[in-house]
Structures are given as C-alpha cells and as structure tokens.
C-alpha cells in the first residue's frame, strides 16, 4: 500500500485561529464538498508562511462562509492570513493510481475557489506512471493579460526554480492558451 493524496486545497487562508475551542480545523462544507473532503476525516495542514506542519480533523463550519479556523493546539501554529495547504489521503494499492483522480482547488485571497485541477496518473509509451494535472479552469472567471513574453526567457527563469520542462509546459500553456487564438 502508498499514502497517496485524495484531496487537496492549495492555498486556502486562515480566516482564525480559536485557542479555546476543541481541537480541530473548521472548513466551509461547500467548499470541503468540492474537493471530497469529509467531516472528521484527518487531514495534513502544511503552512506557507510559516513551515509549521500539523495533522489534525475537519469539522464543518457555516455553509458558504469560506471559512478555515483552527482550533485548539492547531492554533498555535498559524496566524489570521497565513496561506496554508490541506490535504486528504487515502492508502492505495499502487496498481489502483490509474483510477485516483484527486480534486485540487486552489482559493483567491477571500477564500473563493479559483481553479479546480485534478491529478491523473496513466500508462503511456515513455513511463509507466506518467503524472499530468489537468484544469477544468478558472472559477472566477479571471483574464490575465501578458504583453510581450519572453517565453524563452520565462522558461530559464523557471528551469531556475527548480521546474522542469513538463512543469514549464503546463504552466506556458496554461497562461499563454488565449493568445494562440
């Protein structure tokens, strides 16, 4: 068996941390509903700002509210604002990866959530596990407009960071697919 992601929301924000409240993390269950997280389920929390990693609950909170509060000891461990990553998993036979197709979305600065990804993993001619995300695209319906790209430019810089090439493919066609029309 592999621990792999279920579930995951990419940079939701704190909107509060409850010191006194029993342990847990209290998400918005529209929002947990998207992704497939469920209420008691376990998830890992990793922050942003700070590093800080924990593992605690999901309780559900107000519909619609787009709220992420920590609560109890969780609380000491992120600030109002901080961006943080939750993610759910599951344990998989490995052979079961070509059926998983866990749901990302990832939030604007208000928690509203903007684009919705999943991960696939499929056989193909060049690797067993060949890893792709796709996009079902933007929630908010938000055009980003570029002038005069580099794009040889872009992808040093991103070859930089650390990405590599499929990574700098994703992500020019992804940004620059408006302007090929």
Same mark, same amino acid.
């Given at each position: 068996m592999i621990k792999v992601v279920r579930a995951k929301l990419h940079g939701i924000t704190i909107t509060g941390a409850e010191l006194h409240y029993h342990g847990s993390i209290t998400l918005d269950p529209e929002v947990c509903e998207q992704a497939g997280i469920f209420p008691m389920e376990f998830v890992e929390i990793w922050?942003? #700002?700070s590093g800080a990693r924990i593992s605690t609950y999901v309780i559900y909170g107000e519909p619609?509210? *787009?709220c992420c509060i920590l609560n109890g000891a969780a609380a000491r461990t992120c600030q109002k604002g901080d961006q943080v990553i939750i993610c759910a998993s599951d344990y998989i036979q490995p052979k079961e990866l070509y059926q998983l197709r866990p749901t990302v979305l990832t /939030? +604007?600065?208000d928690n509203q959530v903007d684009e919705v990804m999943h991960y696939e993993v499929r056989e +193909?001619? &060049?690797r067993q596990? #060949? /890893? *792709?995300i796709v996009r079902e695209g933007s929630q908010q319906g938000t055009t980003r407009s570029l002038q005069q790209v580099d794009v040889e430019a872009l992808s040093t &810089?991103?070859?930089s960071r650390g990405l590599d090439d499929r990574a700098i493919a994703d992500i020019l066609s992804k940004h620059l697919s408006q302007f090929s029309h």
């Open positions: 922050n942003k #700002d619609g509210s *787009r /939030f +604007t600065p +193909t001619a &060049e596990h #060949d /890893f *792709r &810089e991103l070859r």
